[in-house]
Structure formats: C-alpha cells, structure tokens
C-alpha cells in the first residue's frame, strides 16, 4: 500500500496546481473581458487550453495511481476510498489538498459562470449594434390598429448603404 501512496499525493498537488492555474487564467480573462481587451483574451485562452491538455494528463496519472491503489486493497477507486487505505501520514496530506482541491474547483466553477455571463451580454450588444448599423429588427415590422403585424417594406437603406 505505502508503494504508491507518495506518488499519489504528488500527482494531486501536481494536479491541483494544474487548477490554481487555471483559476488565474479564469481570472484574467474576467479582467480581459470587462476591459474589451481582446488581444489578451486570446492569450489568456491559449494558455487556458495548453493547460487543459495537462490537466488531462495529469487526471489520467491520478486514475490510473487510483486503480493500483485499490488493487493492492479493493475494487474501489474512489477519493475518499482511497485516502482510508493510505498510511496516517499520507492521509491528512490528502485530507487537506482534497478540501482545498474542492475549494478550488468550486471557485473557478463560480469565476467560470460569471466569464460566460460576461461573453453573453457582450454578443447581445454586438448583435445588437449590428442590428441597428443594418436595420434589422427581429420583428420585422410594428402593430397596426388591428393587432396584425405590418412588415416593413419600406425600401429603407440600411446605415451602412447610406453615404456619410
């Protein structure tokens, strides 16, 4: 049991630094969003992707120390599972990185939906402005006394087509 145990505990410290990153690059792409700095954006997520693929990496090395552990005990594989079989010492490392293992985790869950939020409300007022540069509207007309829809038919030329 004490084999892997070590090794175990290193590949989820390497893993959650792996997190940490990831909760930096969330964070700045938070920064990079609410600044409309795109230039940055696209970095940040060039080294949020090159980090993803460690990640992988990184998960598949702790599955993998996961299934030699429960093979030297049980069929069992999972976290907590795990930490009961491994020496004392080794079990309260991995009672400390699994909480703030889930700390992190839940923060960069939290950073995560407000960057999706932020990219939502950004193409609303990019579709919106290009709505109002080419005339179009979702509706396509107004109301007219009788509650049917009058489409437009205008000919109007959009903004874009009218000279300066």
């Given at each position: 049991?004490?084999?892997?145990?070590?090794?175990?505990?290193?590949?989820?410290?390497?893993?959650?630094?792996?997190?940490?990153?990831?909760?930096?690059?969330?964070?700045?792409?938070?920064?990079?969003?609410?600044?409309?700095?795109?230039?940055?954006?696209?970095?940040?997520?060039?080294?949020?992707?090159?980090?993803?693929?460690?990640?992988?990496?990184?998960?598949?090395a702790?599955?993998?120390?996961?299934?030699?552990?429960?093979?030297?005990?049980?069929?069992?594989?999972?976290?907590?599972?795990?930490?009961?079989?491994?020496?004392?010492?080794?079990?309260?490392?991995?009672?400390?990185?699994?909480?703030?293992?889930?700390?992190?985790?839940?923060?960069?869950?939290?950073?995560?939906?407000l960057?999706?939020?932020?990219?939502?409300?950004?193409?609303?007022?990019t579709?919106?402005?290009?709505?109002?540069?080419?005339?179009?509207?979702?509706?396509?007309?107004?109301?007219?006394?009788?509650?049917?829809?009058?489409?437009?038919?205008?000919?109007?030329?959009?903004?874009?087509?009218?000279?300066?």
């Open positions: 049991m004490d084999n892997h145990a070590a090794e175990l505990v290193l590949a989820v410290k390497g893993e959650m630094e792996i997190y940490i990153g990831l909760l930096q690059y969330a964070k700045q792409k938070k920064e990079a969003l609410v600044n409309n700095d795109l230039d940055e954006l696209n970095v940040i997520v060039k080294h949020e992707s090159e980090s993803l693929l460690r990640l992988k990496g990184a998960a598949a702790r599955e993998t120390l996961f299934k030699k552990q429960a093979e030297e005990g049980s069929a069992r594989a999972d976290f907590d599972y795990i930490k009961e079989m491994l020496p004392q010492r080794e079990r309260s490392q991995m009672e400390e990185l699994g909480e703030r293992y889930r700390e992190i985790v839940q923060e960069l869950s939290l950073v995560n939906a960057n999706q939020k932020l990219l939502q409300t950004q193409l609303q007022y579709t919106f402005c290009l709505d109002l540069l080419t005339e179009t509207s979702p509706i396509g007309g107004t109301y007219c006394s009788t509650g049917q829809l009058r489409l437009n038919k205008s000919g109007k030329r959009t903004l874009i087509d009218k000279e300066a």
